[in-house]
Every structure is written in structure tokens, then in C-alpha cells.
């Protein structure tokens, strides 16, 4: 098993590192690096991690390297690795949006070692996660090995095209919030309804995960046919769907995930 070394102590790697663990990865081949001592300390401890403040401690421990932390960091964190020995020999996984492969090479100075882009989203935390995976050039035991890892945290899905990213960001890395505001806004809705606030939310959520589960179920049909499942002629259904169409809330989503995929690509015009 691989020792994986963590540089970053946000959302994500928490994630990712809880996701891990409580798929059987063992926790005695992971460590966290970080100067946030709080976060660092706080997930070393509850997780009983090795844990750095200095980033090159890790560095030399790990096999993969995953550098989750924010984009305008990556200089730093790619300044700190390029001076690791055997490099060559480690995987780098960055899961930086905007910072693209070439860039990473570059910061790094070796053009030997193998660099993934992964885009993850939170669910990853309980094994359910979409994570979006791209490299220039990888070795197939490499590959598998990847493939195998984040397998055990969700579904992986590996893009021809490194700008496809900007996409993935779009539809699974910041996804779970645009759900998120949809129950948000129902539970909110429900309560001025007058419904029982003790069950509200958790009537949501089986909701959201039965027609989760029932899309997945029947692959074959379209959303679009599986909503035509639930609409009668003249129905409760109708009336909301048709209060959604005149608010033009398809076009509202689409705008929205437009906008966090040019978002991504404009932090990747300003760093690269």
C-alpha cells in the first residue's frame, strides 16, 4: 500500500482522508502537512495521522503526493517539492482548480515525474464522491493504481482533454451545493407551510436520495422521461413544474454552471 501525504488541511482533504480511511486505507500510510496548526492538529488527532507543519517532512514520506490546497498556493507548496529526492519516482495528484499540468512541470522543474489533476467534490466523504481525473503521461500501473484509490471514495472518470476539467468543476466539484440550495430553499418553503419542522429535513433528503437512486436504477431512461413519471395532466406536479418554467429555471442552472466553469478558467488565466 502506497503512503500517501496530504499538503493541505481544508474541506477536501479532510474529505478525502475520512473517505479513505473509512473505505480500509490504512491511516499508518497517510499524513497531513500544513502550517494551519488548528486544522492540521484537528484532523491529525481525530484520525490519528502523522502530521507536519513542514510541508518537506511529508514530502519525503510519500509515495503519492496530494496537494490539496488553494491555486494561488501551489507555487509555494511546487517550490518546496522540487527539492525532494527521487521525485521522479513519486506521483503528484493536484486537486488545485485553474493550475493546470504544464504549469505544475514547470513550478517543479522535473518533466519526469507523473502529475494528475483530480477535481473531487465533497461527497467523497462518505465514499460517494465524482472525481474527474486527467494526466499528460502516466504508466498503467499508475493509472491503476489512481483509478483503485479514488474508486474508494466515489466514481472515477478519467477526461481526454485537460480543459475538460473547467466542466467537471461545473457539473460534480461545486454540484453539491446547487442541491444543497434546492433543499435549502424546500425545507424553508415547507416550514412556511406549516409542516413539522422535526421531520422536514429528513423528508427532503430521502426524497433527493430515492429519485438519486431511481435515476440511477433505470440508466436507460432520460430525466427528462422520469419526470414525465411524476406529472399528471393538471396535477400538483404541473403546477409547480409550471412556475418553474416561467421563473426560466433551466436557464438559470445552466447560467450558473457557466459560470463556475469560466470562473475556473479565469483562475487559470490569472495564474498560468
Known sequence: MK???FIGSGKIAESMILGLI????????I?????DEKSRTTIANQYSLKNFKNNIH????????ILAVKPNIIPTVCSEIKHIENLSNKIIISVAAGINIEKINKYIGEKNTTIVRAMPNTPVLVNQGVIGLYAKKIHTNQKKFITTLFNKIGKTFWLSH?????????????APAYFFLMMESMQHAAENMGLNKEYIKE????TAKGSSILAEHF???SFEVLKQHVISKGGTTEAALNLFEKYNFKKIIEKAMRSAANKSKEIECNLN
Open 58 to 65: 511529508g514530502m519525503h514520506i510519500g509515495d503519492v503526493i
Open 3 to 5: 503512503k500517501l501525504t
Open 22 to 29: 473509512s473505505s480500509q486505507y490504512l491511516k499508518e500510510n
Open 162 to 174: 485537460e480543459n475538460e476539467l473547467n466542466g467537471i468543476i461545473a457539473v460534480a466539484s461545486s
Open 219 to 221: 440508466q436507460d431512461k
Open 31 to 35: 499524513c497531513i502537512c500544513s502550517p
Open 203 to 206: 423528508l427532503i433528503v430521502q
